[in-house]
């Protein structure tokens, strides 16, 4: 999709030698760049100028039987959600010229189609779920791939569940956008996934590695001399962000990095637009968060700690605790519920931010795909690409959408319940049922909790987040809520979502 100049999709090709390369770029002044390819002496790239976020599109490939050896799969067979390894689809979704832009808009409405097919079986997942390699622009990334829970979204959660692995072969170095993190789990992730590159004997050029896994390396082997104490004892994680502001502003003095790319792209609306690099937004960022930050961090530690020691309680407690225990611990929560809502919000947020984080890390396995990689994504500048723009490479491989989730009702719920929770990703569970529809919370967190109970998990969930909870937890949600009488039905969940019902059941 959108192969450009088609040097990536060349290399690709020469590397894969398919039976049949779809080139589906639109815009003729490619042609050029295209012809060598096609004209080449037994070809098998195949042009079609049509526009890759166009549904007729795929339609075509298959109805003109450019892939004939290409079977759609029956309707409710098992064969459905079996893995198709003789199609891979491969798109540009962070593409920049002259004549044409892929916003941010743009991008995420593909992305959503995409893992709306995977579930509805659509576009050439009809064929089998396939996998995906998507270039997309570096900023983007965060909707499938976060770094942090602060940037778990309903994109996210949608992909949790549509995927088997969601990893980043190739991007610019460090997370996009501004938010990060403490830098000590940044640290203990790296660690832990160079570890297991050493174990399996696998290596990244020099040039190719992020400075984190520099670090990493080096900090493996001081453990291994025992010249340093494991990554996770406290490190001053507080005060990370100023040790990095201070390398950014040396290097900035040293001109290691430009305010802007080399090119620059011109919009119609605002003219000449020139992108900041990565290094440089991120230095003023760190500069904004600098200028904000509260002297506080103790307090925050200490109000942490207090309630990670209270969740250790509960769990050595579980499952039966005794009547004077629960009081206990609901009393103890209620003291530090209160000590947190008397402080300042930015520092609430941050404090809320900081917990999450650490929690998501500790779940075994950890909450964020990006903690569950196997191997370091290889770094790239953004003057390697022509246009020069920072992109990030994609391998999305699907799987199957639970079943519990295929059916119209439980499917429609499932969209309605994250439409409605993530508005307010740093709310509580308990709090977002609370104002979803009268009488929810009361009446469905004692059934999600009693159906991951039987799962063999624990959870506090009428303080956790939205932002932190888990497929598990999702998917457990969504069967209490459409066991539960007093739900809305399909259509006024329809309707509330902006679907006209017609439209809804066209979709299932």
Same mark, same amino acid.
């Given at each position: ?163 088997? &692995? ?6 610019? @170095?460090? *997370? !996009?956008?501004?938010? $990060? %993190?403490?830098?000590? #789990? ?110 506080? &961090? ?6 942490? @700690?207090? *309630? !990670?020691?209270?969740? $250790? %309680?509960?769990?050595? #407690? ?120 009268? *009488? !929810? ?68």
């Amino acid at each position: 999709m959108h192969p450009g100049r088609a040097l990536w999709s060349a290399k690709l090709h020469d590397r894969l030698q398919p039976r049949t390369h779809i080139l589906l770029e639109p815009d003729a002044q490619y042609t050029p760049s295209l012809a060598p390819l096609l004209e080449r002496r037994n070809s098998r790239y195949r042009h079609v100028a049509c526009s890759g976020f166009e549904t007729s599109s795929y339609e075509r490939i298959f109805d003109e039987g450019l892939l004939p050896e290409q079977r759609r799969r029956p309707p409710g067979s098992s064969h459905q959600d079996e893995v198709n390894p003789s199609l891979l689809f491969v798109a540009n979704l962070g593409h920049q010229s002259a004549k044409r832009t892929t916003s941010s808009s743009t991008s995420h409405a593909m992305i959503y189609r995409l893992m709306t097919a995977i579930r509805s079986h659509t576009l050439f997942h009809a064929y089998g779920l396939v996998r995906m390699l998507i270039w997309i622009a570096d900023g983007e990334k965060r909707m499938i791939l976060p770094r942090t829970v602060g940037d778990r979204r309903k994109y996210t959660v949608e992909a949790e569940f549509s995927l088997a &692995q969601a990893l980043e072969v190739a991007g610019v @170095e460090g *997370g !996009a956008g501004s938010s $990060r %993190r403490e830098r000590r #789990l940044d640290l203990e992730s790296a660690v832990n996934v160079s570890r297991s590159m050493r174990e399996r004997g696998v290596t990244t050029p020099a040039h190719r590695k992020a400075q984190i896994t520099r670090e990493a390396e080096a900090r493996l082997d001081a453990q291994d001399s025992g010249d340093v104490p494991d990554v996770k004892q406290p490190s001053g994680e507080g005060r990370d962000w100023q040790h990095e502001l201070h390398e950014l502003e040396a290097r900035f003095r040293r001109r290691d990095f430009t305010k802007f790319v080399a090119s620059a792209s011109r919009d119609q609306h605002k003219g000449v637009v020139r992108e900041k690099t990565p290094a440089y937004a991120r230095l003023l960022a760190l500069r904004t968060f600098a200028r904000a930050q509260r002297k506080n &961090q103790d307090q925050v530690e200490q109000m942490l @700690e207090e *309630g !990670a020691a209270l969740d $250790r %309680r509960r769990s050595s #407690l579980e499952p039966h605790p005794t009547p004077e225990q629960r009081e206990q611990l609901a009393t103890a929560t209620r003291t530090l519920a209160n000590q947190v809502a008397r402080l300042p919000e930015p520092v609430r947020a941050k404090m809320s931010l900081y917990r999450d984080d650490r929690q998501a890390f500790a779940t075994r396995p950890p909450l964020l795909s990006w903690d569950r990689r196997r191997d370091e994504p290889l770094v790239v500048q953004p003057d390697e690409f022509s246009p020069a723009h920072a992109l990030t490479l994609l391998d999305l491989r699907p799987k199957a959408f639970p079943s519990t989730l295929q059916s119209p009702e439980a499917s429609t719920s499932f969209e309605y319940l994250l439409s409605s929770l993530f508005l307010y990703p740093r709310r509580t569970l308990g709090e977002s049922l609370a104002t979803l529809a009268p *009488g !929810a919370a009361d009446a469905l967190l004692p059934q999600v909790t009693a159906q991951l109970q039987r799962r063999g998990e624990t959870a506090e969930l009428t303080s956790v987040t939205v932002r932190s909870l888990s497929p598990v937890m999702i998917e457990a949600l969504v069967g209490a809520w459409d066991a539960w009488p007093f739900r809305p039905s399909r259509v006024e969940m329809m309707t509330k979502m902006g679907v006209t019902p017609r439209e809804g059941y066209r979709r299932t």
